[in-house]
């Protein structure tokens, strides 16, 4: 048999944890079905990770190198030509996108996160990997709405870090909906009125006092 790198064995064993977690919950993904998904024996397995915390470590840096990826792609962008720059408005909605995470229709992803989550919450020593991942998303998100308003020079009431809060919290509620009714037609429709009430928020002018 061929031999196959351990970075090869890496990305099969995440990619499996992944999938075992969005399907049977973080305490359902023990090594063994894990292990199984990937088609390994358990013994490839913890010569890769030595236990499960590494593994779960390891799925929750995937998920972030994924949006690091999205999110690098919208900060290219505006670093471009000022002709090819996208606007305040196509911006929010990429940021709305990007925090969607909707990959093809494919719900892993985001079953993945919401278990990684509840996990979380329910285990003390695991409090890290939920806020670690809320974290990233909401830095990257406030940095990017930065750098937007500093490019098209719009000035806004309220701070990157509120609307970058109010994204992720709106798309969190998105995501629930859609993973107990799967419409993929009211999704889009969601986003798009979500990236319409983000854009009207940044552009309002502030009523008049006195």
Known sequence: MAHVPAVVRRTQIIEAAAAVIARDGVAGA???????????SLATLHYVFQTKDDILAAVLESLIDRAREDNAKIAARLAAPADGSPALREVIHELVRTAWGLLDG??????????LILY????????????????????ATEEIIRRTLDHTGHTVHHSPRDLAQLISASVDGLLLDHLVNPDPDQAERSL???????????????????
């Open 30 to 40: 023990t090594t063994r079905r894990i292990a199984a998904e990937a088609g390994l």
């Open 106 to 115: 494919d719900l892993v992803t985001q079953r993945l996160q919401f278990e």
């Open 120 to 139: 979380a919450l329910r285990t003390p020593e695991a409090t890290h990997l939920g806020r670690t991942l809320r974290d990233y998303h909401l830095t």
């Open 192 to 210: 798009a009125n979500l990236t319409d009430a983000v854009f009207a928020l940044v552009t309002a002018t502030p009523a008049a006092t006195g």
